[in-house]
């Protein structure tokens, strides 16, 4: 016997999130969230994309076991922006049981209905800072801290569903290549062009943090602005840039990370982060106390490392500012000794960043797919 239960309490959520755990407890694959990620990305009171989204949670039981989850999020904000009357859902996870998806997305499509929605979109969440997709290929690579896993069976899942493509995310892995001195010429002749200069990132961290939290700030606001177009993004309000610069403080390697400034303001910014798969499969949903020694490890030995984001301003976007952050991040890698770079979910639409390593060796390893439902 099937049934579903919307989550309320607290106590409800971290079961919420627990299954995932549960269910992939022996993956070599799967990365688990940290439950104080879980419980904040859905608490009103930190996630202040709720101040334009509700969201109801689901947990299936089968025969009073729990077999199932789902998150449906009514994105206000995102539809505002296309026009369009979307449910999304996220964090969907089932046991191997096509009844037990079947039950869950009844209840998102009782919702949609409810609402006068159109279609069901997803795995997709509050914001493209989250990750987004559903694997369709690569399950046999592990998942980088930006990405989805799931078994093979999900997709068959959908498609009895009678879901359909609406949009690829590819993710690539490359060796490091060596550093090269043709781009570190053409980026010190960009930036004398265009008046560029890079922040220091080492030393703001030592000794001039507000003014990096600054820097931070308007790199989210750069991000905001060259992903506006792309599919699934909505604007970032201050207090969401915030919550996000706390999460890229966590995983900061000034090495890694290329701030390019145009008259003190931020134009352009790449971040790389060291690869916290390991870290987090340790984990089980809690860095302390059992990774904590994994995680400082991460930081210091960084063998793989992710790419987390990338961006420059409109009016920059043609002149040339991604050099300075290819030969920053490159100098940065090689000074550091990673062997290898994952780009993380790259939008098949996205023609500038699908670009950005044309002239090196690369792999396409990982397909994650956004699904419709017609409602």
């Keep these: 016997m099937i049934t579903v239960k919307q989550v309320h309490t607290k106590r409800e959520k971290k079961k919420f999130f627990k299954f995932y755990i549960d269910l992939y407890k022996n993956s070599k694959f799967a990365v ?21 989204a509700d969201c109801k949670m689901f947990l299936a039981y089968k025969d009073g076991k729990p077999a199932g989850r789902i998150a449906a999020i ?3 904000g995102a539809n505002d922006k296309t026009g ?3 449910l999304r859902f996220t964090r969907f996870d089932a046991i ?17 209905e409810e609402l006068g929605m ?99 700030m308007q790199c989210l606001g750069v991000l905001d602005e060259a992903f506006s177009d792309l599919y699934g993004t909505s604007p970032l ?38 690869s916290m798969t390991k870290v987090l499969q340790k984990a089980c949903g809690n860095i302390l106390p059992r990774a904590l020694f994994a995680f400082i490890k991460a930081m210091k030995n960084i063998e793989t490392a992710d790419m987390m984001s990338i961006g420059v301003t409109k009016e920059h976007n043609n002149k040339g500012a991604v050099a300075l952050i290819m030969n920053s991040c490159l100098e940065g890698l090689n000074k550091l000794g990673v062997k290898n770079l994952e780009t993380g979910p790259e939008l098949e639409t996205n023609a500038n960043v699908q670009n950005l390593w044309k002239n090196y060796e690369r792999e396409l390893v990982k397909r994650h797919r956004c699904w419709g439902i017609k409602v």
Excluded at 104 to 112: D, G, H, M
């Design 32 to 52: 688990p969230n940290l439950y104080a990620d879980e419980l904040g990305e859905f608490d009103p009171a930190v996630n202040d994309a709720f101040r334009f």
């Design 96 to 112: 191997d049981d096509f009844e037990v998806t079947k039950a869950l997305f009844a209840k998102v499509r009782e919702w949609a």
């Design 237 to 274: 309000n201050e207090k969401q840039k915030a919550r996000e610069m706390k999460t890229i403080y966590q995983v900061l390697v000034p090495e890694l990370a290329a701030v390019v400034l145009h008259e003190d303001r931020v134009i352009a910014y790449g971040f790389m982060m060291p």
């Design 84 to 86: 369009l009357k979307q």
């Design 74 to 76: 009514w994105h206000r």
């Design 118 to 216: 159109e279609e069901i979109i997803g795995p997709i969440s509050f914001s493209d800072l989250n990750e987004e997709g559903m694997l369709i290929d690569g399950f046999d690579k592990p998942a980088t801290y930006m990405e989805i896993y799931n078994e093979p069976y999900y997709v068959e899942h959908m498609q009895k569903l009678g879901a359909y493509k609406i949009v690829d995310w590819n993710s690539y892995r490359l060796k490091v290549p060596e550093y090269d001195e043709r781009l570190s010429r053409l980026s010190k002749k960009i930036a004398d062009k265009n008046g560029y200069t890079l922040a220091d990132v080492k030393y703001l961290m030592k000794r001039d943090k507000k003014k990096l939290d600054g820097y931070i």
